[in-house]
């Protein structure tokens, strides 16, 4: 909800596609620079604590953007100052957050709680924008509000969570282990497949942060048809992921991955070439859709493969590049709108998508040729690799 505020406050406060850029940039810095540190950390210390801590801090950013916006004293460099302490919150907060699922429920079931686990995320990501659509037309003061009750809300069921199985690393933090994680992905070329398509292919079609301009310029929906647009995209992802739950990929995961990308990029092209609100939303739900089985493929490898002492330095190095493919693929699209236009830098990146996943699928043979998800005969061929 509150991003999506964002995203309209600033569009609507300098009218610049490279702003809407420069929203995914500060977010994502943390990440760069603090992603192999916060790693550590989630295997080093509690994982709910640091997950507490870290909603608190959105928590006090969603409260000052809050008290900006009623005293009408909000401006793009404070939007963006604030949102690089939510990137330091969110660059501690989700390697923490990801490595803590596998160790709540059975080995056998980890893939099934990957998928329900990424449904109530969707789920979430449903209900904000479109919420948040209909809010904003009363103001972006009342997402900012409501945001504040959902961080506060999300702190309690944080600290509601019990369990004691996870390994806690007796390693000191220091150069070496830190870059543990980074070495333990290198050695594997299926992390480094599934990880780096999302990195690359997600980059070039990073179309959702240009939303508020189809909205308002190309569609003509304006704020309410922005929170429609917003809705359809996660729409897709939850039903993608609600579909995962009851028939979970068994075989071909590879090449279902591979597919998934380019079905993405070929929805991309269909977005930025779309004149019409309902072709417009069909190609978002099918980009959601796609989306989420690449998510379901690549949190299952890097979950599953990754032993529980590592996953939180694996999980930031994984996060860093879903950062980089999310904040720097709006960056992306925030740059090459500016200078080429809206629609041919929409229609560029879902081509270089396609291309992304062809190269992916000749260079890579060992992602193109992983068959079954189960746990068992993951972690036999690619856990005791090394480090």
């Not at 995203?7 to 406060?13: I, K």
């Not at 390994?167 to 282990?177: A, E, F």
């Not at 480094?192 to 308002?216: E, K, M, Q, W, Y």
């Amino acid at each position: 909800m509150q991003i999506t505020a964002i995203s309209w406050q600033v569009y609507q406060l300098t009218g610049e596609a490279l702003d809407l850029g420069l929203v995914g940039l500060a977010q994502f810095l943390p990440f760069l620079v603090l992603f192999l540190v916060s790693g550590s950390v989630a295997d080093r210390f509690k994982r709910t604590h640091i997950m507490s801590i870290c909603v608190i801090l959105q928590t006090v950013c969603g409260i000052i953007f809050f008290v900006l916006t009623i005293n009408g004293k909000i401006n793009f460099l404070t939007i963006f100052i604030i949102l690089i302490f939510v990137g330091i919150a969110r660059a501690f907060q989700s390697p923490a957050q990801s490595a803590i699922v596998p160790l709540l429920v059975p080995k056998k079931h980890v893939a099934n709680a990957i998928a329900w686990t990424s449904s109530g995320f969707q789920m979430s990501r449903i209900a904000g924008p479109g919420i948040a659509g209909i809010m904003i037309i009363s103001g972006e003061q009342l997402v900012y509000a409501a945001s504040i009750i959902l961080f506060i809300l999300s702190t309690i069921f944080t600290l509601l969570i019990k369990t004691n199985t996870q390994t806690i690393s007796k390693t000191p933090i220091n150069l070496k282990n830190i870059f543990n994680g980074l070495e333990f992905v290198l050695k594997r070329q299926i992390l480094v497949g599934a990880i780096g398509l999302d990195l690359f292919a997600v980059l070039l079609g990073g179309a959702t942060a240009l939303l508020p301009i189809f909205a308002t310029d190309i569609l003509n929906v304006g704020s309410t048809g922005f929170g429609a647009l917003r809705a359809t995209h996660m729409i897709g992802a939850l039903t993608g992921a609600l579909i995962l739950t009851q028939y979970p990929i068994t075989r071909f995961a590879g090449k279902s991955l591979l597919l998934s990308v380019a079905a993405f990029g070929l929805a991309i092209i269909t977005f930025g070439l779309s004149t019409y609100f309902w072709l417009s939303i069909a190609a978002l739900f099918v980009i959601g859709s796609a989306d989420s089985v690449s998510v379901f493929i690549r949190n299952n490898l890097v979950q599953i493969i990754t032993p529980d002492h590592m996953r939180g330095r694996v999980s930031a190095v994984s996060a860093v590049f879903i950062g980089a493919s999310n904040e720097l693929g709006e960056l992306e699209s925030g740059v090459t709108a500016h200078f080429w236009g809206t629609v041919p830098a929409v229609v560029v990146g879902g081509i270089g998508t396609i291309i992304i996943a062809g190269l992916f699928a000749y260079k890579l043979p060992e992602l193109r040729g992983v068959n079954s998800l189960d746990p068992d005969d993951l972690i036999k061929k690619y856990q005791n690799l090394g480090p």
